[in-house]
């Protein structure tokens, strides 16, 4: 399975992005997906993560209220709205998938990665 992040960009505080993340190479909707995201000199965390119905989502506490994440299991994928941005949202964001279908908080459920997009906000 490769996944291909794209969507990042340089925007102000309070604006919106919307990420995605194209899967190809397996069957999608078999797939549980997640978006993590990274700063320099700090660990990978979890910010969202999305059932293979799309059926359950799970956010971290920082995000919840202001990203949504959703996926199109017809057009292999998955996509996260980032409304209300802050500059403590700024990162690399990657995607995730997990094959049957796992999800989870943790970087270990995902067995595929893509190559992660850049978000900064600035103030």
């Known amino acids: 399975v490769q996944l291909q992040a794209s969507g990042g960009g340089l925007v102000q505080a309070g604006d919106s992005l919307r990420l995605s993340c194209a899967a190809s190479?397996?069957?999608?909707?078999?797939?549980?997906m997640g978006w993590f995201r990274q700063v320099p000199g700090k660990e990978r965390e979890f910010v969202s993560t999305?059932?293979?119905?799309?059926?359950?989502?799970y956010y971290h506490n920082s995000v919840k209220g202001r990203f949504t994440i959703s996926r199109d299991n017809a057009k292999n994928t998955q996509y996260l709205q980032m409304n209300s941005l802050k500059p403590e949202d700024t990162a690399v964001y990657y995607c995730?998938?997990?094959?049957?279908?796992?999800?989870?908080?943790?970087?270990?459920?995902?067995?595929?990665w893509g190559q992660g997009t850049l978000v900064t906000v600035s103030s």
């Open positions: 190479g397996g069957t999608f909707s078999t797939l549980g």
């Open positions: 995730a998938a997990g094959e049957g279908g796992r999800i989870g908080t943790n970087l270990h459920s995902y067995d595929y």
């Open positions: 999305i059932s293979r119905s799309g059926t359950s989502t």
